[in-house]
């Protein structure tokens, strides 16, 4: 992989991360590096602000995001390990059996709170408790202690009976 690219715009070779990612690309890099196109940016929003103005307050009213819907709803619930009551922040959805997480779903990318996302989210919400993250923290290594016995014990049981 080269270490370096040659902007489209300014026709400099720079170091890769003078570009801003893109993963349609072959080379997962846009074609122009960050400089060029903080210019082009910002020669565009010169050119018609309340165009730029308009557009991100449409983007904003339009967009009520999962996080939000899911922050309003559990606002003031408490942790099901301890009873605490935390700052959304600090809780987390914890998968009771990791082996059935579809995604995770303070990192889903669905911005749109529609009802078929929410959908998709209520479905993955359902194999989940809300945890804080000290108690969900604990949780995780509990279930690693957990297999790293079952698998001495597998051990075990091979050295016993001489396999």
């Excluded at 911005?111 to 479905?123: D, F, G, L």
């Excluded at 000290?134 to 949780?139: E, K, L, N, P, S």
Aim: with cysteine.
């Amino acid at each position: 992989m080269k270490l370096s690219k040659t902007c489209s715009r300014c026709k400099i070779e720079k170091d890769r991360c003078e570009f801003y990612t893109d993963n349609s690309k072959p080379d997962k890099l846009r074609h122009e590096c960050k400089a060029c196109n903080a210019a082009y940016e910002a020669a565009r929003y010169a050119a018609n602000p309340e165009k730029k103005r308009a557009r991100v307050a449409a983007w904003q009213k339009d967009t009520h995001t999962v996080q939000k819907e899911l922050q309003a709803r559990f606002a003031n619930t408490p942790c099901m390990d301890c009873g605490a009551v935390w700052p959304y922040a600090v809780m987390d959805f914890d998968h009771r059996l990791p082996s059935e997480k579809s995604f995770e779903i303070s990192s889903k990318n669905i911005r749109k709170a529609t009802p078929e996302n929410m959908a998709i989210v209520e479905s993955e919400l359902a194999k989940c408790d809300y945890v804080d993250a000290t108690c969900h923290r604990i949780r995780e290594e509990l279930r690693r202690m957990a297999h790293v016995f079952q698998k001495e014990r597998k051990d075990l049981g091979r050295v016993h009976r001489g396999t």
